[in-house]
């Protein structure tokens, strides 16, 4: 899964609240990957990877990351993917679209009207890693990639009110 939006958009706070859940674990301390670029969290039905690619750049050499192993092995959250990402992918995946809402939507995203749980870093668990608590509702779109996310993406969607 890969996760996209601008600085603060909520890629980590998602990341963290999807690792919770995935493994069971509300307890979990769920760490930032920005500086060691991959975290592994055992538990649940397969190890979750998550990797944060920032400090990197676009075009950057990911070989020494081992990929081609990693993402085969489990489930992946990877925030800010990288140009050199891409083939090492596989043919099925999901892409999360986070962004702030705007007073000017007329797209085709639904926006929450209410802030929705958050998800707050406790600085003592976290260290040098927390994360400050996201200072709103954001709008989350998923985009699929491949067969196998496509009925998957058409259960999810939220009909839409008609834009005046």
């Not at 990797?51 to 990351?65: C, V």
């Not at 999901?94 to 707050?120: F, K, Y």
Request: charged share 20%; with cysteine.
């Amino acid at each position: 899964m890969l996760l996209r939006g601008d600085v603060g958009a909520g890629k980590t706070t998602f990341a963290r609240a999807f690792i919770r859940e995935f493994t069971r674990d509300d307890d979990v301390t769920v760490a930032s990957p920005s500086f060691l670029l991959h975290l592994q969290y055992p538990g649940g039905p397969c190890t979750l990877h998550h990797l944060d690619l920032y400090r990197l750049g676009q075009r950057a050499d990911i070989a020494f990351l081992g990929l081609e192993q990693v993402l085969p092995s489990g489930v992946s959250l990877i925030e800010w993917p990288s140009d050199s990402l891409f083939p090492l992918l596989p043919s099925s995946y999901l892409t999360i679209h986070l962004r702030e809402p705007t007073p000017q939507s007329a797209d085709a995203c639904a926006e929450a009207e209410q802030p929705g749980p958050e998800v707050v870093a406790d600085p003592e668990e976290d260290g040098e890693f927390a994360l400050p608590a996201m200072d709103g509702p954001r709008v989350v779109r998923a985009e699929a990639v491949g067969d196998r996310w496509q009925d998957w993406i058409r259960h999810q969607a939220v009909p839409l009110p008609p834009v005046a």
